[in-house]
């Protein structure tokens, strides 16, 4: 082979696993999922209105969010729609302070019963395209078993075709009493969930809509996933390509009518909920 041949070569071959190594980085690096604690366009509060009559004051049902100077989530006041009485939903409230460590996000809420010192409800790990892997949380993500402070939970979060498609959740109880469990998550050829753990959705395939939020699920004891869908981090889930018009669950089903968006096309509004957002 010629000397000038083979230089060439040489440089084609370099460039090429260049390239390659760029392209896995994008791919694979673990910010490539955008960070949605920072990001534009997060949902700040998202109402459900079921309750309203009981108080006098606003509820953060299901939950309202804080912002630093910067934008980010720092803070989030939350419920879960498992909490079905009225009389649950203040006392199952969680506050929870969010601390971003890179592939570990911390969510911390004060210890009431002792001196005020922050107790981690929660711990989010991500992988390396920066979706959550799982999610480890203690009994104040429980509140069914609320009371035994030594139960606790871990989900694990399972992907395809950049979707999640399944949850594991192992539960662990007093006593050593351990129980595990799998929900899929289906969905039609335009990606829009279909069903998920007793939960099933049904959508108006003539509509679109640039941005939505639902969370109209009844949650039982997967608290840890609708929280991480509370913090923007499975938006398949929240946000379909479809607007929703009908949603089933283990308690029942309601009719979605009434939806209003934005002048951007973002959803802030249906008979029974409404959506604020933070950002543009």
């Known amino acids: ?62 939950f309202g969010k804080k912002f630093d100077h910067s934008g980010k989530v720092e803070e989030i006041i939350c419920s879960f729609t498992a909490d079905l009485l009225p009389s649950m939903v203040l006392p199952f409230q969680l506050d929870l ?35 959550p892997d799982s999610c480890v949380g203690n009994y104040r993500l429980l509140p069914s078993i609320a009371p035994v402070k030594t139960a606790w939970e871990k989900e694990f979060y399972y992907y395809k075709d950049h979707r999640v498609f399944a949850v594991r959740t192992d539960n662990f109880f007093a006593n050593n ?52 869908q509370y913090l923007g981090y499975f938006p398949e889930i929240t946000s379909p390509p479809n607007v929703r018009t009908r949603f089933s669950t283990v308690v029942g089903s309601l009719t979605i009518t009434n939806h209003q968006f934005d002048a951007e096309g973002r959803l802030i509004y249906y008979d029974g909920a409404s959506i604020t957002w933070n950002g543009h």
Not at 180 to 187: A, F, G, N, V
């Open 177 to 228: 009493f351990f129980l595990s469990s799998i929900d899929t998550i289906r969905y039609d050829r335009f990606g829009n969930p279909l069903s998920f753990a007793g939960n099933s959705y049904e959508y108006d395939y003539s509509r679109k809509a640039k941005l939505q939020f639902y969370a109209d699920d009844y949650m039982q004891n997967l608290d840890e996933f609708y929280l991480l």
């Open 97 to 131: 302070h969010i601390i971003d460590k890179g592939r570990k996000v911390y969510l911390l809420t004060l210890d009431t019963i002792g001196h005020g010192a922050p107790d981690t409800s929660a711990i989010i790990y991500l992988n390396a395209e920066g979706r």
């Open 1 to 62: 082979m010629k000397k000038g041949n083979s230089f060439r070569i040489g440089i084609s071959a370099i460039v090429l696993l260049l390239l390659l190594n760029s392209c896995h980085k994008d791919i694979y690096s673990w910010d490539h999922f955008p960070d949605p604690l920072a990001g534009k366009n997060q949902v700040a509060e998202y109402h459900l209105t079921q309750f309203d009559q009981y108080f006098t004051q606003p509820l953060h049902y299901l």
